[in-house]
């Protein structure tokens, strides 16, 4: 056995690197993450071969000190928190003090800083070994360069994936930090090839434009709402252009970007029905709060919080979300089937979402890294940079496809006042396609209207009325319906009986795992009795309060796709009047209680394109 | 195979046999009807997981001559094919003949069909009803059983079992019980040539009898029944009706009859059934919540709200009343459905209390009774 003993700081430094320098995108991120903390106003990442090769961060923030140059590579040696008391009243993104030497014992590292542009000084490690300490152009601002990652931790080097796999991360990763930071001007390149570029101008819509594409930048709603403890805004997708995946969700606390699967839900849950099942919206929400409500202190990598009053934050962002999407007409268009690309948040295809951007822009939010001597500091933006933000098209200058749709910076506020009429346009009834779908026109071109799915919102609405009105009677049961509970569920369910008897459900129970229904609400539909118990329980389980909407709304969805006129099924004109009159007059007219879209719109304009009446 | 057939005899039993043909079979050579052509006439079968029909068509029937057999043989028709075309033949007889190849040519006057048949051997056999309690009902009396319980049972299949009807047999007499366990219907009957068997839990399905009770043809003077574990067989002179039984255990029902009452009230079944059938004219088919109040003793108040709508006031004068004052909710379409099945002109309505189930039967009977579970507010 051997002796016990202390480990040198070059082992200690690599133990830590496995935990912070997991690939080529944590070391981007702890990079940046310094960059944003010392104040940048543009940060220039420039990558090659996937990070493998080099990654170099450039910023225009304060730099560091030179006589702090070789403290700064020292483990657990940071300048932005000094005391216990600061770990808790975290305002910068980083605080550990270990990623520069992580980074610099598992790579060659280089560093060139100029805390003032009079004096530069220039760095360079390997393998966490400082090899040389020389003069520097006199630069505002610090430059990282890291050249062959993980040369020294081959098993490290072997579970890297693809170059294109790296880069996505990579990508991802500055594309959430350009999302957090509007304000800061943000460029990534790959190997010379430009992936994002941002103009730091503070306007978010344009970063999301930048990294989700006209189209889906074009269908954003702002929002904005405020409690004691929480401030949020942000924007949110339209649900045409939902995704397959939660990664299009970007939650920015006080300037950091994490990942929030309850969040997420809330998010979810505001969108209502309009959302398919599996489908996610692009949404930015940018969160403000006291850093004391929320512990960033749960994992190096600093993607996760602790937070307090969670609940309280997830039911406002669940009502903010769900207040601008009350208002609004979602008419699927048919123009994107043809055009759509899926912009993923992954390198590539970034950069191809970008290009569909007016090609004007780009050229326009350049800015030139190279004369920082005018740049000082953060809130000094220059007056060519001013200029060239105000001389682009502004994205809210982007003509709307409906005139009754809200503008994209209206707060929610402002959407619910509106006063209440039909977000439906009013249609002409052309004739049915296949029994299954109604035609119709009006002025702005030509619609399909699923009948079932129309019919379906119907008897939902319908059906969600009739189980929401109060009545409170329950119907006994002369044959009571048997469940088997788990034992946690049976304690739950011996624990809650009041509750579900106040809901008009009795249970009682009858031995060993078995419970007996004895008596159910008369809303319960028929045939459905215990599927729709299961559901208050569970409902009751979730969300420790028993909401009977949630449950009738599900019950209520079962009940109305059972009662919608099916596909295939021919229709007289007048009926088909009938049922678009009705279904015009729904609260929420434009998806089926599934999420599936009841109406899609071909705009004069798509049809004459198609036609080459017009050819561009 | 070959013969001819008088076209009306043949369309009914084949009418009779689709009821038991499902298009959506699991097995596809039951989308088909078996025809098999004896020296004395001609079966038709049909089958599907629950229920097995074979009808026979006699040669000779009394005076009458039904068909004319030249040569035996079997085939299985498609049904949904084979039904359409006999029914609209030009003809009032239809000659039949199969070749080799199981190629059936249908023949009525100017008409001619080849029809593509399969193999009869292919067609599963009906199960064999061994021996089981055997008794004997008259068809009336069936056909009554049938109508005064079916319409309780649950058209839920999340609980299969009541799906069905409950048959037991106790000394002598039969009891037929179906619940959708917001109400229930029992109906009792005396059954004669029981030759003393009993038994208990056998279910049918209440489709099976109410497809049995519209095929069986009112001039049969009897239907002999057949129970066995797994199947209950009805036959007839010229009609075999097999159907499986459900499986499980149907509930008990017996202890759900209240033994006593507080209040009892006599009403004419006519002004009670209109007036609960005006009183749920606002309902909207929905819930079906109707209270009812007894103003005096001799006068009841039937309502209905909803909210959305509006309310009704409806009056029944009854014929007796007594006990406690009373005021109880329930479902009025089951009591509708009750009534319809109830042929005397007043009905006996035994309540206890607003939290227990009621009673209803015939006044001047009591080999019928319908439960009610009452509404209740929470």
């Given at each position: 056995m051997n002796p016990i003993k202390k480990l040198d700081a070059s082992l200690s430094n690599k133990i830590a690197a496995g935990e912070v320098v997991e690939r080529p995108a944590s070391v981007v991120k702890e990079l940046v993450e310094n960059a944003v903390d010392a104040g940048s106003t543009k940060i220039r990442i420039a990558v090659a071969e996937g990070g493998l090769q080099s990654i170099s961060v450039l910023d225009n923030g304060a730099g560091i000190r030179l006589d702090e140059l070789e403290a700064a590579?020292?483990?657990?040696?940071?300048?932005k928190i000094q005391s216990d008391r600061d770990l808790f009243r975290?305002?910068?993104?980083?605080?550990?003090?270990?990623?520069l030497p992580s980074i610099a014992s598992v790579s060659r590292l280089t560093l060139m800083t100029s805390p003032d542009g009079a004096e530069g000084g220039k760095i360079v490690l390997h393998g966490g070994e400082i090899q040389s300490r020389t003069q520097s152009p006199p630069k505002q601002g610090t430059e990282v360069i890291v050249e062959d990652l993980f040369y020294n931790t081959p098993a490290r080097l072997k579970y890297l994936k693809t170059i294109h796999t790296e880069l996505g991360h990579i990508s991802d990763s500055i594309n959430r930090f350009a999302m957090a930071h509007p304000e800061i001007a943000f460029e990534l390149t790959h190997d010379e090839r430009t992936l994002l570029k941002t103009s730091?101008?503070?306007k978010l819509l344009q970063v999301l434009q930048q990294i989700y594409g006209l189209q889906a930048a074009r269908g954003m709603r702002r929002f904005e709402a405020e409690t004691d403890d929480f401030t949020i805004e942000g924007y949110a997708g339209s649900p045409v252009d939902a995704?397959?995946?939660?990664?299009?969700l970007t939650f920015v606390f006080n300037g950091r970007y994490v990942r929030s699967i309850p969040l997420a839900k809330a998010v979810q849950a505001g969108y209502d029905q309009l959302l398919p099942i599996g489908k996610y919206p692009i949404c930015c929400v940018h969160v403000t709060l006291h850093?004391?409500?929320?512990?960033?202190?749960?994992?190096?990598?600093?993607?996760e919080i602790r937070l307090s009053k969670e609940k309280e934050l997830q039911h406002l962002l669940e009502e903010t979300i769900r207040g601008v999407w009350?208002?609004?007409?979602?008419i699927p268009s048919m123009q994107e089937p043809f055009?759509?690309?899926?912009?993923?948040?992954?390198?590539d295809n970034a950069s191809s979402s970008r290009e569909?951007?007016?090609?004007?822009k780009s050229e326009a939010t350049s800015f030139d890294f190279?004369?920082?001597?005018?740049?000082?500091?953060?809130?000094?933006?220059?007056e060519a940079v001013r200029e060239t933000i105000r001389s682009q098209?502004?994205?809210?200058?982007?003509?709307?496809?409906?005139?009754?749709a809200a503008s994209p910076d209206r707060s929610s506020a402002e959407v619910q006042?509106?006063?209440?009429?039909?977000?439906v346009p009013e249609l002409h009834v052309i004739g049915q396609f296949h029994g299954t779908y109604i035609l119709a026109q009006n002025d702005d071109g030509f619609f399909m209207i699923d009948q079932h799915a129309a019919q379906e919102r119907i008897n939902f609405e319908y059906f969600l009325d009739k189980l929401s009105s109060p009545s409170r009677e329950m119907q006994d049961l002369l044959v009571p319906i048997t469940m088997e509970l788990s034992g946690s569920d049976a304690a739950f369910i011996d624990e809650n009986k009041e509750v579900l008897a106040e809901a008009g459900l009795v249970l009682e129970h009858f031995g060993g795992p078995v419970y007996r229904i004895r008596s159910c609400p008369v809303w319960f539909p028929e045939g459905m009795e215990k599927e729709t118990a299961e559901e208050l329980m569970m409902e009751l389980k979730q969300h420790?309060?028993?909401?009977?909407e949630r449950v009738r709304e599900d019950a209520a969805a079962m009940m109305a796709c059972k009662a919608a006129v099916k596909a295939n099924h021919h229709l007289q004109n007048r009926d088909m009047e009938g049922l678009i009159r009705e279904w015009s007059s729904?609260?929420?007219?434009?998806?089926c209680p599934h999420g599936r879209p009841v109406m899609i719109h071909y705009s004069v304009y798509e049809i004459e394109k198609m036609f080459k009446r017009v050819m561009n | 195979m070959k013969f001819t057939i008088q076209r009306d005899v043949f369309v009914q039993n084949i009418q009779h046999v689709s009821k038991?043909?499902?298009?959506?079979?699991?097995?596809?050579?039951?989308?088909g009807i078996k025809i098999v052509a004896f020296d004395d006439g001609i079966t038709l079968t049909g089958s599907d997981s629950d229920i097995s029909i074979e009808a026979f068509i006699p040669a000779e029937d009394g005076d009458n001559s039904n068909v004319d057999i030249e040569r035996p043989g079997a085939v299985v028709l498609q049904a949904k094919y084979f039904a359409d075309i006999i029914k609209k033949l030009p003809e009032s007889t239809v000659e039949l003949t199969l070749n080799d190849q199981m190629v059936t040519k249908i023949r009525s006057g100017s008409s001619e069909f080849n029809l593509n048949g399969q193999d009869p051997d292919d067609f599963p056999r009906l199960p064999e009803v061994e021996e089981g309690s055997q008794f004997t009902l008259k068809t009336d009396l069936l056909k009554a059983l049938i109508k005064q319980t079916?319409?309780?049972?649950?058209?839920?299949?999340?609980?299969?079992?009541?799906?069905g009807i409950h048959w037991g047999m106790e000394s002598e007499k039969l009891m037929c019980t179906a619940t959708d366990s917001h109400r229930l219907a029992m109906r009792e009957a005396g059954v004669e040539?029981?030759?003393?068997v009993e038994f208990t839990n056998v279910v049918i399905p209440g489709k099976s009898l109410t497809e049995l009770s519209k095929i069986?043809?009112?001039?049969?003077?009897t239907v002999d029944v057949t129970v066995t574990d797994n199947q209950v067989l009805f036959k007839a002179t010229n009609l075999l009706f097999l159907s499986r039984l459900l499986d499980g255990n149907y509930p008990?029902?017996?202890?759900?009859?209240?033994?006593?009452?507080k209040t009892n009230i006599q009403v004419p079944a006519k002004q009670l059934m209109a007036a609960i059938e005006r009183a749920l004219l606002l309902s909207d088919g929905k819930n079906n919540v109707v209270n009812l109040k007894s103003l005096n003793e001799n006068e009841l108040e039937i309502t209905s709200v909803t909210p959305e709508v509006g309310k009704v006031t409806e009056s029944v004068s009854c014929d007796a009343f007594e006990g406690e004052e009373l005021r109880i909710s329930f479902n009025g379409k089951n009591i509708i459905d009750a009534l319809r099945v109830i042929e005397s002109q007043d009905v006996a309505i035994q309540f206890t209390g607003a939290m227990s189930p009621f009673i209803m039967r015939p006044a001047d009977r009591d080999y019928m009774l319908h439960l009610f579970s009452p509404v209740r507010t929470y």
């Open positions: 590579f020292s483990r657990h040696a940071t300048s975290i305002r910068t993104l980083g605080f550990r003090g270990e990623a730091g101008s503070s995704r397959a995946s939660r990664s299009y850093p004391l409500l929320m512990d960033v202190n749960v994992h190096p990598s600093k993607l009350n208002k609004e007409a979602v055009s759509r690309e899926e912009p993923t948040v992954s390198g569909k951007a007016p090609s004007g190279f004369y920082p001597s005018e740049e000082t500091s953060r809130n000094g933006t220059t098209p502004e994205t809210q200058d982007i003509p709307e496809r409906r005139a009754a006042e509106e006063p209440a009429v039909s977000r420790q309060d028993l909401r009977l729904c609260r929420q007219p434009f998806t | 038991a043909i499902s298009s959506r079979a699991t097995l596809p050579i039951l989308t079916a319409f309780a049972v649950s058209t839920a299949e999340t609980r299969p079992i009541l799906t040539e029981s030759g003393d069986l043809d009112d001039s049969e003077e008990a029902t017996k202890n759900m009859i209240p033994s006593q009452s």
